[in-house]
Structure formats: structure tokens, C-alpha cells
């Protein structure tokens, strides 16, 4: 006879005993509802360790009302190091072969946990599997406009990479712990992208991150014009300070796709054949045409927001992607000159 579903549950959870690690900072808002979608899975052989990164806020009092139904144990840093450290410290503190990392924010389905023991264990012949990724729902709260925005371009994301994929996203990530010690953890330098500079150190090894689309977690973050513009500027200036080996330079280079690298490249163009078209107006033409290219860049994501949220809701939001690119593109091109400034700084006067 085949195995009852709870059966096969339980087999996977004595092969596969996981430690859940929720970085949490100021994160009493949402943690209610995380943690209750949490304590909807099975949970045998698994614990829970939440890190109250110095908050400010009632994070750990939130934390502790679960203790008892998730077997939930609260560790408390006395100084904020953020994203990366609090996951480490998490990291060290548990006691299981494989690690969840999951955001404070994030809800997951019932079956989440049973679906990523399953996924390890499908793919245990593979000694190049480093871990389980799972996806962002297409359903976010009823935060407007940009939360609705962010929301999709990070599904969209997960839809269009591969399912054995040589980067991760940290929302909803499982790993083998050795691996991650391998790697030496997340890189605390960083504040933003971490989880892209430990995917570039793992992917350049040859390591892949299944994801399983069966996942689809529900975040609960809201976006303000300002979140969008200080996290885009931060994460640019984040990856710009840290120096990658050849390998990872060119490994790094992958996760770039050619519509993402347009996307970067022409809203600047634009806007200085915009600003040259008040003295040679034939710069207008040229500003037409990059801007086409623009949108024909990413036709294919315009068409997925209109099947989801409309015409309107898709128009929008490539001239938002638009000026958010052209932002970022500003973000690269103020660190190339501070590296510059500072290289000058540092070469001596003869």
C-alpha cells in the first residue's frame, strides 16, 4: 500500500530535521501572521529560532507568545548587524543538518515544509543540490500600486528562472548546513544583496538551488516610493564595494539578462538625448527609438502584469520601471565615481 500523506510526512522529517531561522528587526507587525502560517506545518523534528535583531519595537514579546506551539526560542542580538548577521547568528544556533531561512514577513503555505523535504529528498542523489528555494505568491496585501508592482517583478523572476537555478533569494530558503558553512555564511558587509553574493560564492562552484514552484509564499511588505529608492540605491552600493574572484566576476555576469542590462542602460540615454534634443532637436528622434527599445526589452513582462492586473496597471508599471531603472542606473554610475575618487585619493603624488 502506498503511504498516507502524514506517513510520508513524518518519514521525511526523520530524514530531513530542519531548523527554521526568522531574522526578525521591528518586525511585531507582521509576525503574528507569519508565525501562525508557520505553526500550519507539520513541524515534527523541526525547530523554530527566531532573532530579534535589536529591535526597538515588541518583536520579541510577539515572538514569545508562540514559543510554546512552534517549541519557538528567541535569540536576542544587543546590536543590530542586520539581514546577514542576524541569519549567522541564527545559523550557529541551531542544531539541525539543514536550515529554513525565513523572512519575518513572508507567509507560508500548510504544505511548505513537507514540500522542501520532499524536493531534498528527490534530488539527494545530487550532490550539487545545495538547497530549496520557494516562490512569491502573485497575491500580495491591498498595499497599492507599488507594493502590487514589487510584488509581481519578484514572481515574475522566480516564473522565468530556471528551476534548477544557480541563484537564491533568501524569503523562503533551505540549505544544507555544511554548504552554507562552506560558503562562510552571509557576508555581514553587506546590508542589501546578500543573498545574491552568497548565491554568486555557491552558484561559482558548481552548486543549484531547486525551486519549487509549488511554494508560493505570500509577502506582507508594503512599498513606499521611498522603501523602493533607498533599497535600490543601497543594494547598488552594496554590490559595488565587494571585490569578486575572476571566477565569481563571470559567474556573476550570468545573472544579468540582456533585457535587465537594456533596462539599465537606455532610461540614462534617454534622458540626455531628452536634455540635447533643447539644442539639436533631432535627439528627440533618438530618444524615441531607445525608449522603444526599452519597452520592447521588457515586452514580456508588460504582457504578464496585464494578464494579472490589467492594461492600465501594466502601462504603469513600465514607466515606473522605467524611472526605477534610470535610478538605478544613477546608483552605478555614483559608485563608479566614488571607487574612482577614492582610488585617486590613494595614489601617491609624484
Known amino acids: 500500500m502506498e503511504p498516507s500523506r502524514r506517513d510520508r510526512s513524518g518519514s521525511l522529517a526523520e530524514s530531513y530535521p530542519f531548523s527554521v531561522i526568522i531574522p526578525a528587526h521591528n518586525a511585531a507587525r507582521f509576525l503574528p501572521e507569519t508565525l501562525e502560517a508557520l505553526a500550519g506545518n507539520d513541524l515534527r523534528n523541526t525547530e523554530v529560532i527566531l532573532v530579534d535583531d535589536a529591535s526597538s519595537d515588541s518583536t520579541g ?71 530549496v528555494l520557494g516562490a512569491y505568491s502573485e497575491e500580495a496585501p491591498d498595499g497599492g500600486f507599488l507594493t502590487n508592482f514589487k510584488n509581481l517583478s519578484t514572481t515574475y523572476l522566480y516564473k522565468i528562472t530556471e528551476t534548477q537555478s544557480p541563484f537564491l533569494h533568501t524569503a523562503v530558503f533551505a540549505v544544507k548546513r555544511e554548504i552554507l558553512e562552506l560558503a562562510g555564511g552571509f557576508d555581514i558587509r553587506l546590508d542589501r544583496a546578500e543573498d545574491f ?25 508594503e512599498y513606499s516610493l521611498r522603501d523602493i529608492l533607498i533599497e535600490d540605491w543601497q543594494r547598488v ?28 542602460a537606455s532610461p540614462g540615454l534617454v534622458m540626455v538625448c531628452m536634455c540635447l534634443s533643447l539644442v539639436k532637436p533631432e535627439s528627440l528622434w533618438l530618444a524615441l527609438v531607445l525608449f522603444t527599445v526599452f519597452l520592447v ?30 535610478w538605478a542606473g544613477l546608483a552605478v554610475l555614483a559608485s563608479l565615481v566614488t571607487r574612482r575618487s577614492k582610488r ?6 609624484h
Not at 197 to 221: N, P, Q, T, W
Not at 253 to 259: M, T, V
Not at 344 to 349: D, Q, R, S, Y
Open 61 to 131: 514579546e510577539v515572538a514569545l507568545r508562540f514559543e510554546a506551539s512552534l517549541s519557538l526560542r528567541v535569540v536576542t542580538s544587543t546590536s543590530q548587524s542586520g539581514p546577514a548577521g542576524a541569519r549567522n547568528l541564527g545559523a550557529r544556533e541551531a542544531s539541525c543538518p539543514y536550515l529554513l531561512f525565513l523572512d519575518a514577513d513572508v507567509l507560508l503555505p500548510c504544505q511548505a515544509l513537507f514540500w522542501i523535504r520532499e524536493t531534498f529528498d528527490l534530488y539527494s542523489h545530487r550532490e550539487d543540490v545545495a538547497g
Open 297 to 326: 526589452a521588457n515586452l514580456r513582462f508588460g504582457l504578464y502584469l496585464v494578464a494579472r492586473k490589467g492594461f492600465w496597471f501594466g502601462l504603469r508599471s513600465l514607466l515606473f520601471l522605467f524611472l526605477e531603472m534610470f
Open 344 to 349: 585617486a585619493i590613494k595614489t601617491p603624488k
Open 197 to 221: 553574493m552568497l548565491g554568486v560564492k555557491l552558484g561559482s562552484r558548481g552548486y543549484r538551488f531547486i525551486i519549487d514552484r509549488r511554494i508560493e509564499a505570500c509577502h506582507l511588505k
Open 237 to 264: 552600493q552594496n554590490l559595488r564595494r565587494i571585490r569578486l574572484s575572476g571566477e565569481e566576476r563571470r559567474f556573476s555576469l550570468k545573472a544579468h539578462r540582456w533585457s535587465r542590462l537594456i533596462s539599465l
